[in-house]
């Protein structure tokens, strides 16, 4: 879904700060301690139920400039997956491509992240690389998600 205007001031990206992962990773620990490895690498997979939506400026000596929208959210579910697990490595190749996305969008800004145009979106998903996740500001993902919902939306 497109980012909307902010009291008039446009809103040019999103954050999400998330809590309480540390206490549900706690929580998965408890029910099946594993040991890992000085240097490895594990993917932690979470379901988060935003809290709190708000909106604060893009460049703090721009107070009334471009505007970022900000989620916290708390972690409601939390577990380990690592490399060796089947989901593991589907995720797992998931975020590489996520990582060179972002390394590809912040050479092509020059070293800044935007969000890219509804044009570049509308490539983007038409390639599939929108097939694990909805894309804010994607309108194609905005078309899937409110056809899977019969015509509902959440503003939150």
Do not use: W
């Amino acid at each position: 879904m497109p980012l909307e205007m902010f009291e008039g001031k446009p809103v040019v990206g999103a954050l999400m700060i998330v809590k309480g992962l540390e206490g549900g990773l706690t929580d998965a620990m408890a029910i099946d301690p594993q040991k890992y490895h000085h240097g490895q690498r594990v993917i932690i997979v979470s379901e988060v139920e935003i809290r709190e939506v708000g909106y604060k400026p893009a460049d703090v000596a721009e107070p009334d400039g471009d505007q970022l929208r900000k989620h916290i959210g708390k972690a409601t579910t939390v577990d380990v997956l690592t490399m060796d697990d089947e989901l593991g490595v589907g995720v797992g190749q998931h975020l590489v491509d996520v990582r060179d996305r972002v390394k590809t969008k912040r050479e092509r800004d020059g070293g800044t992240f935007q969000l890219p145009s509804e044009d570049v979106m509308r490539k983007e998903h038409e390639a599939n690389e929108h097939a694990f996740l909805t894309v804010e500001g994607c309108p194609l993902c905005e078309a899937e998600t409110t056809g899977a919902s019969d015509g509902a939306t959440e503003e939150a």
